[in-house]
């Protein structure tokens, strides 16, 4: 089990561009959850996907924006980058409603 | 609103006992978490207890939980160089996984 995987692994943009970040939840997953994670803070909850629609969000413009597939893999979109969205952006995947979440290694986006 | 407090950094020696400290506000909230990251990693589940549990012991990790005060803390004991690494208290409510993390503990192990 390759667990939570995301991909890029890093990525540099620069402000006004738009960005995807891919994720694959663990094997038996169905719920994928997305991080904002700026340098030296927690994690901010950005959004939940279950059955492929939004269940939750947090306290995060419409520049972001999400999908589910019907594999349980989820996407990240964010539109017109600004420097305030550097940050390492994490994917965790759960079986709904379970406990138990699993974080990917996140992605390491760098706007310029 | 929801509000999770950590004390920013910790140093002990190798070998003593760890205590990390949190603070919440939301009553409410159902799961508390203790996650793990190391450098440039992503976040690892320690640990987790229930809101109606006061204490929780998993080997070296002792969580204890006082719902009055709303005050989490994350005990390691014979503390190793390679747990130095930030670690963050988490809560949660019933049927979610939105977390509400805390800022993180860096915790550095000396020789």
């Known amino acids: 089990d390759a667990g939570v995987t995301q991909s890029p692994t890093h990525l540099i943009k620069t402000r006004g561009q738009q960005v995807t970040l891919r994720c694959s939840p663990k094997?038996?997953?169905?719920?994928v959850s997305w991080y904002q994670q700026a340098l030296g803070q927690g994690p901010q909850f950005i959004f939940q996907?279950?059955?492929?629609?939004?269940?939750q969000r947090g306290n995060f413009p419409d520049r972001f924006s999400g999908h589910q597939f019907p594999n349980y893999s989820s996407e990240l979109n964010v539109n017109a980058l600004l420097l305030g969205d550097s940050a390492l952006y994490l994917c965790?995947?759960?079986?709904?409603?379970?406990?138990?979440?699993?974080f990917g290694q996140g992605t390491r986006l760098t706007v310029v | 609103g929801e509000d999770v407090e950590q004390s920013l950094f910790l140093s002990v020696r190798e070998g003593d006992s760890s205590v990390i400290n949190c603070t919440y506000t939301d009553s409410s909230s159902t799961y508390l978490y203790w996650y793990k990251q190391e450098p440039g990693a992503g976040l690892q589940l320690l640990t987790y207890i229930f809101s109606n549990m006061d204490m929780k012991q998993d080997q070296r990790l002792t969580v204890l939980l006082n719902k009055k005060d709303k005050h989490l803390s994350l005990r390691i004991a014979d503390t190793q160089t390679g747990d130095s690494a930030i670690y963050f208290c988490?809560?949660?409510?019933?049927?979610?996984?939105?977390?509400?993390f805390g800022p993180g503990t860096r915790l550095s192990v000396l020789p």
């Open positions: 965790a995947s759960s079986l709904d409603r379970n406990t138990e979440a699993f």
């Open positions: 996907y279950y059955e492929e629609e939004e269940r």
């Open positions: 094997s038996g997953h169905d719920t």
């Open positions: 988490a809560e949660s409510w019933e049927g979610g996984q939105n977390f509400v």
